[in-house]
C-alpha cells in the first residue's frame, strides 16, 4: 500500500526531527562541569583521567595547550608590552 508508506516515513521523519531537538536541547543545557569525551576542535578522544581531572573540559592537551600559548601571547605579551613602552 503506497499510501501506509508514505505516512511511515512522515512519521518516522517526524521522530527525527524530535530526537535532533532534544538532543540540541541537552546539548544546550549541559551544565558547565560536563566533560566533553571528544575535542571539541580537533575530535580528539579526551582521556578519561584528564576528563575527571578538569571539569567541564572541552579540549584535548595539545589544543589546550594552543589555546594557552594563544592566550598568553595574546593577553598576557600585548599588556606587559605596552606597559613597557608606557614606562619608558
Ligand atoms: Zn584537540
Known amino acids: 500500500m503506497a499510501g501506509g508508506w508514505a505516512s511511515d516515513d512522515a512519521v518516522q521523519e517526524q521522530i527525527d526531527s524530535s530526537i535532533e531537538d532534544a538532543v540540541a536541547r541537552a546539548r544546550s543545557q549541559l551544565p558547565k562541569g560536563e566533560s566533553l569525551r ?17 571539569h567541564g573540559v572541552r579540549l584535548c592537551v595539545n589544543c589546550q595547550a594552543e589555546h594557552d600559548r594563544e592566550n598568553a601571547a595574546f593577553t598576557g605579551y600585548n599588556r606587559r608590552g605596552s606597559k613597557d613602552s608606557q614606562l619608558r
Open 38 to 54: 571528544h575535542c571539541e576542535e580537533c575530535d580528539a578522544v579526551i582521556p578519561e583521567a584528564r576528563r575527571q581531572a578538569i
